[in-house]
Every structure is written in structure tokens, then in C-alpha cells.
């Protein structure tokens, strides 16, 4: 923002020129001279200061714009982050989702049934993401970290889970078939009336989870399961097994 000076009135080139001591200073000070008298003149000219009025107001008038379309430029973002999601759909590789589904979920823009089939999403962070009935088959995420996020009724058949954080998650009712969770962590989740048949719980860490009801165990391997003999021991009575071979 400019900043009007009221200017004085320049003294006379003759006071000016007796204040020069050396001779070869005289253009350059006649040269400044001139100057001071056009700022002068300038300064006297009230269409300049009206102008400097307008710019300011202009910037004012931006900046309440810039404010009111925040809305819509959200909107726009979160529109462009869904093509990207719904593009690749069915694809295999990252196609730039996890980038898409961090923005959304840190916008607090629901999940909710997104089809996340063959998708590649190793390392992607959902934290309390709203992920109900989701579908997650096939999907490469391991060591995704959805600690707190509400997974219910969700399908993840045959993915890859392996490292994940899935501490405090919702799982209730999900389908986890021939899913890998080795080294996954379990702990506080909610695994109620879920389906493990076939799931790879190798060192998975199930420390205060629930699993009251669950439907299928059959074939999961439970070998080194962490802070939950009790679930082991139900698991191994319902058909699961401890293997040791990948």
C-alpha cells in the first residue's frame, strides 16, 4: 500500500547548486534536483491521490472476495479428489488416491461405501476416516494407519493389511476373508461378528479388541497372535490353525 507524502517545495536550483562542492557532482545533483521538482508536482495532483484511494479499495474489495468464494474453492477441491478416486476405480496402482483420500478425510468429508478394489495404498493414513462399507479387496495397504476409523460392514477379501494400524477401528460386521494382517495391530479394535476365515493374523496384536460373535475363523492362522490367549484358544476349538509357512 502506498503512502502519500505531502511534499514541500524544492528549494531553487541556485541555493542547490551553491551546496555542490566538487564540480563533476553538479549533473547527477541537477539530475536529483529535477526529480524532487516532478514528485513535487506530482504530489500536488489530486488524481494520483484519488487513484492510490481506488488501488487500495480494489485490494479491499479482493481480499472480501478471496473470502466469500473459500467455500466454493473447497467444494471444487473436494469434487476434483472424488474424480481422481472414482477414475481409477477398479484399478490397480495408486493413481493418486492416497493423496485424494488423506485430503478428503482431513477435510472431514465422509467415505462412507468408497470401492478401494486392487487399489495401491501402502502407507496411506485414515485416521477416524468414515469408511463404512467400504470395499477394500485385493488392495495393497500395508502399514496403513487407520487407527480409530470406522471400517463397519466393510469388505477387505484377500487384501493386504500387513503392518497396519487398525488400533480403535471399527470392524464390526466387516468381512476380512484370506485377508493378511501379519504384524497388524489390533489393539482396542472392534472385530465383532467380523469374518476371519482364512485371514493371516501372524504376530498380529489383538490387546483389548473385541471379537464376541464372530462369524468365521476357519483357516486363519493365529500363530504368535499377541496379548490374546483367549482368542487364540477359541479360535484354534473353531478351526484355525498355526502356521509358520508363508
Known amino acids: 500500500m502506498h503512502i502519500r507524502v505531502i511534499r514541500e517545495r524544492p528549494a531553487q536550483w541556485k541555493e542547490r547548486r551553491a551546496g555542490v562542492r566538487h564540480s563533476w557532482m553538479v549533473p547527477f545533483v541537477w539530475a536529483d534536483h529535477r526529480m524532487d521538482w516532478i514528485a513535487y508536482g506530482l504530489s500536488q495532483w489530486r488524481f494520483l491521490e484519488v487513484l492510490e484511494y481506488l488501488g487500495s479499495f480494489g485490494v479491499l474489495v479482493a481480499v472480501i472476495f478471496y473470502f466469500a468464494e473459500s467455500g466454493d474453492r473447497l467444494k471444487q477441491k473436494h469434487y476434483q479428489a472424488w474424480q481422481v478416486i472414482?477414475?481409477?476405480?477398479?484399478?490397480?496402482?495408486?493413481?493418486?488416491?492416497?493423496?485424494?483420500?488423506?485430503?478428503?478425510?482431513?477435510?472431514?468429508?465422509?467415505?462412507?461405501?468408497?470401492?478401494?478394489?486392487?487399489?495401491?495404498?501402502?502407507?496411506?493414513?485414515?485416521?477416524?476416516?468414515?469408511?463404512?462399507r467400504a470395499t477394500f479387496d485385493a488392495a495393497d495397504a500395508r502399514?496403513?494407519?487407520?487407527?480409530?476409523?470406522?471400517?463397519?460392514?466393510?469388505?477387505?477379501?484377500?487384501?493386504?493389511?500387513?503392518?497396519?494400524?487398525?488400533?480403535?477401528?471399527?470392524?464390526?460386521?466387516?468381512?476380512?476373508?484370506?485377508?493378511?494382517?501379519?504384524?497388524?495391530s489390533f489393539t482396542g479394535a472392534n472385530l465383532t461378528g467380523a469374518s476371519l476365515a482364512n485371514a493371516d493374523l501372524r504376530d498380529a496384536d489383538l490387546q483389548g479388541a473385541q471379537w464376541g460373535d464372530v462369524r468365521s475363523v476357519k483357516g486363519a492362522n493365529v500363530l504368535g497372535v499377541k496379548n490374546a490367549a483367549a482368542f487364540v484358544a477359541w479360535a484354534v476349538a473353531h478351526g484355525a490353525l498355526r502356521r509358520s509357512e508363508d
Open 143 to 184: 502399514l496403513a494407519d487407520m487407527a480409530g476409523a470406522d471400517v463397519q460392514d466393510a469388505s477387505l477379501r484377500s487384501a493386504n493389511f500387513r503392518g497396519a494400524g487398525l488400533d480403535n477401528a471399527n470392524l464390526q460386521g466387516s468381512t476380512l476373508d484370506d485377508a493378511d494382517f501379519t504384524g497388524a
Open 86 to 132: 472414482n477414475s481409477a476405480q477398479g484399478k490397480g496402482g495408486n493413481g493418486g488416491r492416497i493423496e485424494a483420500l488423506q485430503e478428503l478425510n482431513s477435510d472431514g468429508v465422509s467415505l462412507v461405501g468408497v470401492d478401494l478394489s486392487a487399489a495401491f495404498l501402502q502407507g496411506v493414513q485414515l485416521k477416524k476416516a468414515m469408511l463404512a
